[in-house]
């Protein structure tokens, strides 16, 4: 990977803007799709910036500054899952109060998108997050490969048995309540032969 | 529709919807950020130290409970032993060719901010049905229904709701039911908010089953048990005592695969010995139905932290987990978790995460989780529920 090459102190910033603007969107978005909390977006997304213009020269060139960020992001999104069970508790009540940012609304089309946006939770986190990088980040298995350091054959592995995983329950999830319950069930059981 | 575009189709963001990093969110954003670099505790190493004092006060707080309202807490343990022998006499096995059914209210969708500029924050929430029918050897149907219709946690939410303008309406139309068949060691692809637990491998022994709880290890090989998490969407327990009492509510609650009377009697047995759970008497859950309260307050002192060089004062935190019973049938009527921060200091907020409490000092409730049991009892089919 080729990492920008040294710059003169007063070029920092229009590097920085260059990445900020190129970017902001796709890393709001990573965040909002990661977090039950949307108000708190901004907050996680000015987190990863502060990593990166701390760090902006360890930043790669284009078009892997990305990959880089999203890196930075998960590892942000990731510590606000684990760590911030306090400022969870505080956040709506406390924090909410002081600063409520405009946040854009999740979209919620159809009881389809619903339950399979539902099912991909239900993935294993590993499984869920490939399916989430190449479906919505569309990201190709080489990104995804890189961002969570495995092998692109590991990659399309995890793909190909979430994607197999979600059509067969979405199908289910799907069915029509007048149909045999008995029958769906026996389908389940003999997937897991 | 092949299910990759379908994929692609329910991505939750719609990209036209976001903000430009020319948006006031975006420019502020950008502005906080490329500031000169000050020294100080960065937040991960904030983190660290709230995690460290934290561990340390629950250290005292175990160390400390057992000397605590032990008159209270003998009624409570009574309470709950009573619980156990009423819960060993009763007869929930489920034959072949029946089903354990529960019907569960939680919350779903909640959402809170100001409605209105500079206004206060206002809470609200749709509720959620989770009716499970689970067969002997685990396989069952969940369908989970999401009543549109704004609640509220509060009076003075659902005034401040009112006030601002809006509707106590639907706030979209209804959605249909989801329905999930799960086939045996399936279960975990089920509702997030009210999951499915297999107890079937769980001792019996109050002493193994307590160490069982506190660890955490309710997996089953093979069988991809789901995570036993809070009573809300994150635990908010620091403590033993509270971990294990949360854990035994959830688990009495259900929806579960191999219950059994001995095995609900022992996870009375097990709350029965947990420090500091106090009996309330006779109370009223969230829906109107009247049992015995017990309840367990974890109380988390304020701590001074510091972020970006600056000493901010959190604000002290109780958390009350709460069940009601019904003495009668031995059943777990509703869990709920609640909680108050008191702040001792009015901090600056530096608007980066977990930076200060711009609010003067007082006490703050936050927003409680509750759920429900409305039905369960053995049924003759994944579609009848119980007369």
Partial sequence: MAHAGPWLPGDAENRFDRLYESHYQAIYAYALRRTRAPHEVPDLVAEVFTTAWRRLATVPNPPEDVLWLYGVARRVVSQHHRGRQRRDRLDVRLRGTATAPEVPELASDSSRHLGLIRLVESLRPRDGEVVRLIAWEQLDHAQVAYLLGCSTNAVAIRWHRSVKFLRDNLNDADADLAESPEVRLDALRIQEM | ?387
């Fill in chain 2, 1 to 387: 529709m092949d299910i990759e575009t379908l994929l692609r189709d329910s991505d939750p963001v719609r990209p036209a919807h976001l903000p430009s990093p020319n948006s006031s969110d975006g420019l502020s954003i950008r502005s906080h950020v490329v500031t000169p670099r000050r020294p100080g505790i960065r937040p991960a190493a904030a983190a660290v130290v709230v995690v460290a004092v934290v561990m340390t006060v629950a250290l005292v707080v175990l160390v400390a409970l057992p000397g605590e309202s032990r008159q209270s807490q003998g009624a409570a343990a009574a309470v709950l032993d009573r619980m156990a022998m009423l819960t060993d006499r009763q007869d929930i096995s489920v034959k072949p060719g029946e089903y354990y059914y529960t019907e569960l209210e939680g919350q779903a969708g909640a959402s809170s901010g100001p409605l209105v500029q500079g206004g206060p924050t206002v809470t609200s929430y749709e509720a959620e049905t989770v009716q499970t029918w689970v067969a002997p050897n685990g396989s069952g149907r969940q369908v989970s229904t999401t009543d549109p219709t704004p609640r509220f946690f509060t009076a003075a939410d659902r005034a401040a709701w009112v006030a601002a303008g809006r509707s106590l309406r639907p706030l979209f139309p209804a959605p249909p039911s989801t329905v999930h068949l799960f086939g045996v060691g399936y279960a975990f692809t089920n509702n997030p908010i009210i999951r499915v637990f297999d107890v079937s491998h769980l001792p019996t022994d109050t002493a193994k089953l307590t160490k069982l709880i506190a660890q955490g290890h309710l997996e089953v090989k093979g069988s991809r048990q789901t995570e036993l998490k809070g009573l809300g969407p994150v635990s908010n327990c620091q403590t033993k005592a509270c971990v294990i009492f949360e854990r035994v509510a959830i688990l009495l609650q259900g929806p579960d695969i191999g219950a059994t009377p001995a095995r609900r009697a022992a996870l009375f047995k097990v709350m029965a010995h947990v420090p500091g759970v106090k009996l309330l008497g006779s109370v009223v859950n969230p829906i109107g139905d009247r049992g015995t309260g017990l309840e367990l307050v974890q109380h988390e002192p304020a701590e001074s932290v510091r972020c970006n060089a600056v000493k901010i004062q959190e604000p002290s935190l109780s958390t009350t987990e709460e069940v009601v019973i019904d003495l009668k049938t031995a059943t777990l009527l509703s869990s709920e978790t609640s909680y108050s921060a008191r702040v001792v200091t009015r901090s600056e907020s530096r608007g980066e995460s977990g930076c200060g409490i711009a609010l003067p000092a007082g006490t703050y409730p936050i927003t409680p989780n509750w759920t429900v049991l409305l039905h369960s009892g053995v049924v003759g089919s994944n579609s009848r529920v119980p007369g």
